[in-house]
């Protein structure tokens, strides 16, 4: 047993809990939107032919923003392809993903599916293949009221009002040399400000996010950040990152402390925008938009798309199964966002639905959840109010990739309306179980109201649609609370969760 100690205080405070730390995304990619939002004949689908059952868990996963239509696919569309009568759209090659994409969804019908779901868009626009103009043709369309071209098509397709949408993305990982219309930063720099700046002239009121790195690993990653920012500054509002980890080589331990990378990619990309500010003598800061994050197993089959003249509709694509040790990250990765809430002022865990998801589902049948699920969704409805800095006092674990790292990760929120404390906490030992023990006399009478941990002996264990629910978070039985001190035994390879409550 390692022992570990928290001391939580009231007065170190990060910044707020912000909703958009628990967005997620929809790209038009294998099945994530064609049998995943979208299946019209299965038998839960409402008149638009969206999935009912999708839309409860994603209700449930208490997902706040969702960004929309991609990632890579967005490189590469033209979003007036998928606007009007349904049986007059056009099929088009999407490049991307080596796939056809049928467009029976698009930019009205997703509006209407965050409606149902109770999300805040995200729009990203294509600056691979297009530019300035069609993305100025988009905003028109989506948050011109009326009287124009556009905003006139929107109204006549249904939509009176217009939708007002806050958040834009300039593009896709236009850093990655596989982008459609990849650019060199000065490049990209270039055509995001210009973007920017006309879209500002239409909505002065947009937040708008210019594309960062597409991992830390890129060879460009931290000139990439300066160069575009440096063209870019005034005209944006955030710098995009985006992570995917997996377990390679089986080296679980590395595995474990990806939350170490995404802290160092974090605390990066703020340093340099503080950079570009101080270069550039700018009074406002950047933050960060981590608008892609997720473990990822990008070598296995699933990944690859199809080739030569198999373009099919909705292919499997990417349809990872995780494991609890691929919870258990996904929870240190939110812990992570949190930590930096000073910063990340926005997240989406990629994807929503199929693709590297939490939410899977059958064609025509049953859906069911991913073991990652349940720690965003349990971060997501239980984390409110402010993010506590910790004092944690833990044991070193040796990993390969980064070397001594803590075994014990762990944030706090708490809630000073209502006093609800929250511990969120990550055991990152394979062979140890840690004792927890946290100081909270900084608030005093506090009552355990809940203790749940994920975790099993066979750390492999994966959900199926048969069985989604045999390794869910469990009541964790060893948690008290005495003398304003809370205790916990944490399994190896487990992510917990305690909420405490005034008495
Ligand atoms: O989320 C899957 C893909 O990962 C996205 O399309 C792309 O932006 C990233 O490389």
């Avoid at 690859?304 to 040790?325: F, H, I, K, T």
């Avoid at 258990?328 to 693709?355: F, K, M, P």
Wanted: charged share 25%.
């Amino acid at each position: 047993m390692l022992p570990a100690s928290v001391t939580v205080d009231p007065a170190f405070v990060v910044g707020p809990v912000r909703r958009r730390t628990f967005g997620s995304f929809v790209e038009h990619l294998g099945r994530c939107v064609y049998s995943g939002i979208h299946d019209p004949e299965h038998p839960t689908a409402d008149a638009d032919g969206f999935r009912g059952d999708v839309l409860e868990l994603t209700r449930e996963l208490a997902v706040s923003t969702v960004r929309y239509p991609g990632g890579n696919f967005v490189s590469g569309y033209r979003w007036e392809d998928a606007i009007g009568p349904v049986e007059q759209r056009p099929r088009r090659l999407d490049l991307a993903w080596h796939s056809t994409e049928p467009n029976l969804v698009g930019v009205d019908e997703f509006m209407r599916w965050a409606a149902k779901a109770g999300v805040e868009p995200m729009m990203a626009v294509n600056l691979g293949t297009r530019g300035v103009q069609e993305a100025l043709d988009l905003l028109e369309y989506c948050n011109v009221p009326g009287g124009t071209e556009w905003s006139d098509r929107r109204r006549a397709n249904g939509a009176a009002d217009p939708y007002r949408i806050r958040m834009w993305c300039l593009g896709n990982e236009m850093d990655g040399p596989w982008q459609i219309g990849h650019k060199t930063a000065e490049e990209y720099g270039r055509l995001a400000a210009e973007t920017a700046r006309a879209m500002r002239m239409v909505d002065p009121g947009l937040e708008l996010v210019v594309c960062g790195s597409s991992s830390s690993a890129m060879p460009t990653f931290g000139e990439w950040e300066r160069v575009v920012l440096t063209e870019a500054y005034e005209h944006v509002d955030y710098v995009s990152a985006h992570a995917y980890y997996w377990e390679e080589d089986g080296d679980l331990a590395s595995f474990l402390a990806s939350a170490v990378d995404m802290d160092h990619f974090i605390e990066s990309v703020a340093a340099t925008a503080d950079a570009v500010r101080a270069a550039g003598k700018h009074t406002k800061r950047i933050h960060i938009s981590f608008d892609e994050w997720n473990v990822w197993y990008q070598k296995r089959a699933e990944s690859r798309p199809p080739s030569g003249d198999d373009w099919p509709v909705a292919p499997v694509l990417l349809e990872d199964r995780y494991n609890v040790a691929d919870a258990v990250v996904v929870g240190n990765l939110l812990i992570s966002l949190l930590r930096h809430t000073d910063r990340v002022h926005a997240a989406s865990l990629a994807q929503l639905v199929n693709v590297i998801a939490p939410i899977m589902t059958e064609p025509g049948g049953r859906v069911w959840k991913q073991t990652i699920f349940h720690p965003f969704a349990l971060t997501s409805n239980h984390a409110r109010g402010e993010v506590l800095r910790l004092a944690v006092d833990s044991p070193l674990v040796e990993t390969a990739r980064f070397g001594e790292v803590p075994a014990l990760d762990a944030v706090a929120t708490h809630d000073p309306a209502t006093g609800d404390l929250v511990v969120l906490a990550t055991n990152r030992s394979v062979t140890d179980d840690v004792a927890l023990d946290v100081d909270l006399r900084g608030f005093p009478g506090l009552r355990l109201v809940e203790a749940l941990t994920l975790s099993n002996p066979d750390h492999t264990w994966t959900a199926t649609a048969d069985d989604d629910a045999s390794v869910a978070p469990r009541a964790n039985t060893t948690a008290k609370v005495a003398d304003d001190r809370a205790h916990a035994e944490l399994p190896p390879v487990s992510w917990s969760i305690l909420r405490l409550a005034r008495a």
